[in-house]
T-cell receptor, first 116, second 113 residues
């Protein structure tokens, strides 16, 4: 199993450009999520999904869109990049069990995004 | 408002001694807690978890303690090894149907050989 894969590893964008960060998992996990990591801020949840066709907002959703058309894939879209979106982005997945509880998450290696 | 706080940004410990990493939370609805370890240029990896029905959970050298009345949890690593040098994040969630995990800001542990 490849686990959770993310592409690209690095990306530089100009302000106003759009792009999609890709995330895929091969563990048949229902729950997938996107985080951003900034210095001194820890990991902040952007969006998450509990299954195909179901997405919801996390702590910092503004400026990002997601969709979940398959169990395996959960892309994150930046429609108009801003310097404030310079960050390291992590995708994660986990199985779900009890209602409302996602178990330990498996994280991808991250995408380092710079917006100039 | 930071709901999960790790007030020590860094910690240095001698090899073989105990490392104690602390985490405080403010939301009394949180009832499931996890610790993750993160090496540079890698994604976090799961270490250990605890639910609110327990006050202690052990896995090898790692033990997590939960004090619900104080809204405090700690991770003990005994004995500490140089390979434990990493950033440690605590995370919290409530079984309220939200599926949201809130992470702390992390503590950088350095184990000195």
């Amino acid at each position: 199993n490849a686990g959770v894969t993310q592409t690209p590893k690095f990306q530089v964008l100009k302000t106003g450009q759009s792009m999609t960060l890709q995330c895929a998992q091969d563990m048949n996990h229902e729950y997938m999520s996107w985080y951003r990591q900034d210095p001194g801020m820890g990991l902040r949840l952007i969006h998450y999904s509990v299954g195909a066709g179901i997405t919801d907002q996390g702590e910092v959703p503004n400026g990002y869109n997601v969709s979940r058309s398959t169990t395996e894939d959960f892309p994150l879209r930046l429609l108009s990049a801003a310097p404030s979106q310079t960050s390291v982005y992590f995708c994660a997945s986990s199985p779900t069990g009890l209602a409302g509880l996602a178990y330990e998450q498996y994280f991808g290696p991250g995408t380092r995004l710079t917006v100039t | 408002d930071q709901q999960v706080k790790q007030n020590s940004p860094s910690l240095s410990v001698q090899e073989g001694r105990i490392s104690i990493l602390n985490c405080d939370y403010t939301n009394s609805m949180f009832d499931y807690f996890l610790w993750y370890k993160k090496y540079p240029a890698e994604g976090p990896t799961f270490l250990i978890s605890i639910s609110s029905i327990k006050d202690k959970n052990e896995d090898g050298r790692f033990t997590v303690f939960l004090n619900k009345s104080a809204k405090h949890l700690s991770l003990h690593i005994v004995p500490s090894q140089p390979g434990d040098s990493a950033v440690y994040f605590c995370a919290a969630s409530g079984t309220s149907g939200t599926y949201k995990y809130i992470f702390g800001t992390g503590t950088r542990l350095k184990v000195l050989a």
